[in-house]
């Protein structure tokens, strides 16, 4: 807790306790005492006439910030297999690495048991090494297990940047490597830069960020983590400017992997794991693999959704009959899994995932920002709705406004024909 009472100095005026916002102090006897409720927000300290309040972090040493160096991507792998999303961030660690400076290297980090042949894949997608930890007691995901791994490999290394994939395992694990190194965590990023012009050049295209106290000229090379902020009604762009490493998580879906190399090399560094059993409070028993079938909206070229605009749970058949016909998988807005028509793992958007096909076909749904934050960077979007004035049609390639119940038949109809068309020339 960096914000603490001196009982020395405490006479107990409560006057603390006033200036509190959060109900953050009690009174224990005659004496304030601050509890968990506290967030560090400070008020306290000048609200108290006897000085008895005060920060333990205020006067902490400075860290040395160059003393930290290169990106780290947390190459996640689930049963020896590769997830996308480490892919995808080795590409984007590439990009940064190389506008910090030449000598700053993209590393990729293997944590597991036995996971010493996707360092192959790792290199080919843009490492230009892999820190390899590997253990027995880091063969399956614990919190504890790979916690005190990434926490003793970041000490010993000191990277730069550390960032990982927004996925279940990614969520669990950044925010405590970042609080057991004491520094910051910016989560659900959907951009990141490092020089101030690139950021500039960004912001001004692409946001409201107001960046007219930046100079382009700065040759910083801090990261810049923006995420969409206040359900997605604006963006934020979060700087970590005292302590190191800098982290981020990235949703899949979110970043580019680069075009793959075959047959690329590179260092391959064995870090000394001292992770015991008794490290682990949990233990992982069996591990059983969900009997539901789910849909990979992440990995689908070509995306259906459908939203509230179905009127019912049965208008989503009316949508698979148009995936199947496409060559897609089913995807939905927050509304239609709200409803109960459809589960939660085929939502996109900001709280469900995040998507780029070449083609999503929106189908009765407005166009809400949590649904675009998800969608938006699709290829080609084509949007059907009955209503000309639907958001949706802001950022659609192709709009066609109509009842989805006549216009997709219609759609289905026309593939048929064309099919058919094709074969017929074919034969
Ligand atoms: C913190 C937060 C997070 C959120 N996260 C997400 C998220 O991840 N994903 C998401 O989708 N939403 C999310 N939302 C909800 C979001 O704000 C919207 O409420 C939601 O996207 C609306 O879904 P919809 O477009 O299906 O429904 P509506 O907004 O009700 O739109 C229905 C559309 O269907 C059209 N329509 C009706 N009948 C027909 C017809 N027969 N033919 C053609 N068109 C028709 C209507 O004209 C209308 O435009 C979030 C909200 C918050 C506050």
Not at 290 to 309: F, M, N, Q, Y
């Amino acid at each position: 807790m960096a914000i603490v009472v001196i009982k020395d100095k405490c006479k107990g005026c409560k006057l603390c306790i006033k200036a509190c916002p959060f109900g953050a102090i009690d009174m224990i006897g005659k004496l304030a005492e601050i509890n968990e409720k506290c967030t560090a927000c400070k008020q306290c300290i000048p609200a108290c006439p006897f000085d008895a309040i005060e920060d333990t972090e205020a006067n902490a040493e400075a860290v040395d910030l160059s003393a930290y160096k290169h990106i780290w991507v947390y190459a996640e792998q689930r049963g020896g297999k590769m997830m996308n999303v480490a892919l995808e961030l080795i590409g984007e660690g590439y990009r940064l690495s190389r506008e910090i400076s030449d000598d700053t290297k993209v590393c990729a980090v293997l944590v597991g048991d036995k996971v010493d042949h996707l360092a192959k894949e790792c290199f080919e997608y843009g490492a230009d090494a892999v820190y390899l930890m590997e253990d027995p007691n880091l063969k399956n995901f614990t919190t504890d297990g790979y916690t005190k791994a990434m926490v003793d490999a970041c000490k010993e290394y000191k990277p730069e940047i550390v960032i990982f994939g927004a996925t279940h395992i990614g969520r669990d694990l950044a925010p405590r490597v970042a609080a057991r190194l004491n520094t910051g965590l910016t989560a659900d990023c959907t951009r990141l830069d490092v020089r101030v012009s690139t950021y500039i050049d960004y912001a001004k295209k692409n946001t409201t960020l107001d960046t007219s106290s930046l100079d382009e000229n700065d040759p910083s090379t801090g990261l810049k983590q923006t995420r969409p902020a206040f359900g997605g009604n604006l963006m934020a762009t979060i700087i970590c400017p005292k302590t190191r490493p800098q982290m981020s998580t990235v949703r899949p879906g979110v970043m580019q992997k680069r075009e793959p190399v075959p047959g690329a090399t590179g260092e391959i560094i064995k870090v000394a794991v001292d992770v015991k059993e008794s490290d682990i409070r949990t233990k992982v028993v069996e591990i059983v693999k969900s009997a539901k079938e789910l849909v990979s909206l992440t990995d689908a070229e070509i995306i259906c959704s459908g939203g509230r605009g179905l009127g019912d749970a049965s208008g989503f058949d009316l949508i698979k009959k148009l995936a199947d016909k496409v060559g897609g998988v089913v995807g939905s807005s927050r509304a239609a899994v709200d409803s109960g028509w459809i589960d939660h793992s085929h939502q996109v958007g900001q709280t469900g995932t995040t998507v780029k096909p070449k083609i999503y076909f929106a189908c009765g749904i407005s166009g809400a920002i949590q649904h675009l934050a998800g969608m938006q960077s699709s290829d080609i979007i084509v949007a059907i709705n009955k209503d000309p004035d639907a958001p949706i049609f802001e950022v659609a390639d192709y709009g066609i406004v109509g009842d989805l119940y006549k216009v997709i038949p219609q759609i289905i109809e026309e593939w048929d024909n064309a099919e058919k068309l094709y074969d017929a020339s074919t034969k």
